[in-house]
């Protein structure tokens, strides 16, 4: 099982932007399908964001599309995800999981449903 580290979050004011990172301290690679999910208190988690490394295809959910965006750098330690133009209702503890050996269509179909997180997450405030 690897641990994932999430990074990045804070408070930022409304129209502002963070930029989380997902990383798998002491390995080489973080995985073939990477999701962000978020859970606000009170609320269901939510994923947000997935990238399968194998190809760079991305998943946006419609809640945040146009204004998140998931990436990874060139030698898939790091998966990123960009938050720009933040709400209030993006307030939430985010956290990011993988799965090293999903292919492609797992990825793209299944992954975002059965994920489970294992991180202690980054916490988003915007006010």
């Known amino acids: 099982h690897v641990q994932l580290v999430e990074s990045g979050g804070g408070s930022v004011q409304t129209g502002g932007s963070l930029r989380l990172a997902c990383t798998a301290p002491?390995?080489?690679?973080?995985?073939?399908?990477i999701g962000w999910f978020r859970q606000a208190p009170g609320k269901e988690r939510e994923a947000v964001a997935r990238?399968?490394?194998?190809?760079?295809?991305?998943y946006i959910a419609d809640s945040v599309k146009g204004r998140f965006a998931i990436s990874q750098d060139n030698d898939k330690t790091t998966v990123s995800l960009q938050m720009n133009d933040l709400k209030p209702e993006d307030t939430a503890m985010y956290y990011c999981?993988?799965?090293w050996g999903a292919g492609e269509t797992y990825c793209r179909d299944t992954y975002l449903a059965y994920a489970r997180p294992g991180g202690q997450g980054t916490q988003v405030t915007v006010s």
């Open positions: 999981a993988a799965d």
């Open positions: 002491g390995y080489q690679y973080i995985g073939n399908c």
């Open positions: 990238i399968f490394t194998g190809d760079g295809a991305t």
